[in-house]
């Protein structure tokens, strides 16, 4: 039997029972690491406390080294994977808008739901300026919709564009976050 | 009540975020999300309020189609993400009311601040098509070239403003 278990055709009700399960746990893990702390979250920005690249680059390394091996074994099919599309212009322009808004509300979408959560009253805030703003976005969305397929590609990865293997790919990821994790501990104690 | 415990280790932390990742690729075969949710959210009150507009749009319309706005994936996950965090957070003895701001910051200010920030990230993460979670977590986990651009580009953005803002935050 091979993963992922519960693909398109899964039925509704046991789709969302995962959707339920997954989301404590990704709620618990982000909670555990501090990032529902604006103040702790901005620090990777100060220099002072770089939570964030440790837990992202881990998370990353964990799940996608994880994807590589369960697939070199045959246990799961990387074809039924959904990868985000890559739409260049648009993901560009809203990676740097996104960035702006991040660094004012030290919160981003995931976190400013654990923070609202465990009480703090400014990820409520950074929570309903988020359905504000998508209820602008949507609302408008007919004049940026053009621009939002500009410099589509599709589903494009990394050792597609670079044309080297995926393990080659990886284990570059790989030299990498540990290179920035060896910078991370040496920037925290130099700010200490 | 005793005082509240210590947040993990991030390298232990950030390990067990990215087995809960595996875990949705192995069990659904996609990723977690975030700002998903909230457009799925403003799709279903747009949609209950005035359909028509909600069908018009371009960003609402996908999320009235089968099973509706309501039975969104990403919003029944976030919901989960926010009992996590909540049960996590009692545990350690973390709950607790407070509006997080830097010193020299007022609380007005604050509020404005994370609501604005809020709106911009929205925009974002709509245009991007995904944020931190989507984007950066996930397509970055898989490898998506617009993923990768994204969390580089997220964050030099807020690396390159952060002076501005040192006021607010320190």
């Known amino acids: 039997m091979s993963a992922p278990l519960w693909g398109e055709q899964a039925p509704l009700a046991a789709s ?15 909670e555990r ?8 979250l901005v620090g990777q920005f100060y220099g002072r406390d770089l939570r964030v690249l440790k837990v992202m ?3 990353l390394l964990v799940a996608m080294l994880g994807v590589f091996w369960l697939s070199r074994a045959g246990l799961l099919d990387v074809q039924a994977l959904y990868v985000p599309p890559t739409f260049l212009v648009p993901q560009a322009t809203g990676a740097l808008l996104f960035g702006a808004g991040l660094i004012a509300a030290g919160l981003c979408p995931g976190t400013a739901c654990v923070a609202a959560a465990t009480g703090r009253l400014d ?39 670079l044309d ?3 393990g080659v790919v990886l284990a570059g990821i790989v030299a990498l976050a540990l290179l920035a994790f060896a910078a991370a501990e040496w920037i925290e104690r130099r700010a200490a | 009540m005793s005082a509240p415990r210590p947040y993990s280790d991030p390298y232990l ?26 457009a799925s959210t403003a799709a279903g ?34 919901l989960g993400a926010a009992f996590g965090a909540a049960g996590s957070a009692v545990l350690a003895r973390r709950w607790r009311v407070e509006l997080e701001r830097g010193a020299r910051l007022g609380r007005a200010a604050r509020v404005l601040l994370a609501f ?8 974002g993460a709509a245009l991007a098509r995904g944020c931190t979670s989507g984007q950066a977590l996930t397509g970055g986990a898989l490898l998506s070239v617009g993923s990768w651009l994204f969390l580089v580009l997220a964050f030099a953005s807020a690396y390159a403003l952060a002076p501005l803002l040192r006021r607010v935050w320190t």
Do not use: C, K, N
Not at chain 1, 33 to 40: D, E, F, Y
Not at chain 2, 116 to 123: N, R, S
């Open chain 1, 16 to 30: 969302l029972a995962v959707a339920l399960a997954i989301g404590i746990g990704f709620g618990a893990a982000l």
């Open chain 1, 33 to 40: 690491a501090g990032l529902g702390s604006a103040r702790h």
């Open chain 1, 57 to 59: 680059f881990s998370a």
């Open chain 1, 123 to 161: 990820g409520l805030a950074v929570v309903l300026g988020l359905l504000a703003g998508m209820f602008g976005m949507g609302l408008a969305a007919s004049r940026w919709e053009a621009f939002a397929q500009r410099g589509a590609h599709g589903v494009w990865t990394l050792p597609q564009w």
């Open chain 1, 164 to 166: 080297l293997p995926y």
């Open chain 2, 13 to 38: 932390a950030g390990v067990g975020l990215g087995l809960v990742l595996l875990a949705a690729f192995v069990l659904v075969g996609r990723g977690v999300g975030a700002s998903g949710a909230f």
């Open chain 2, 45 to 78: 009150v747009v949609a209950a309020v005035a359909p028509a507009r909600a069908a018009a749009s371009p960003l609402f319309a996908p999320y009235l189609a089968d099973p509706g706005p309501w039975g969104e994936w990403l919003s029944v996950e976030l």
């Open chain 2, 116 to 123: 604005a920030g809020g709106m911009l990230m929205a925009a």
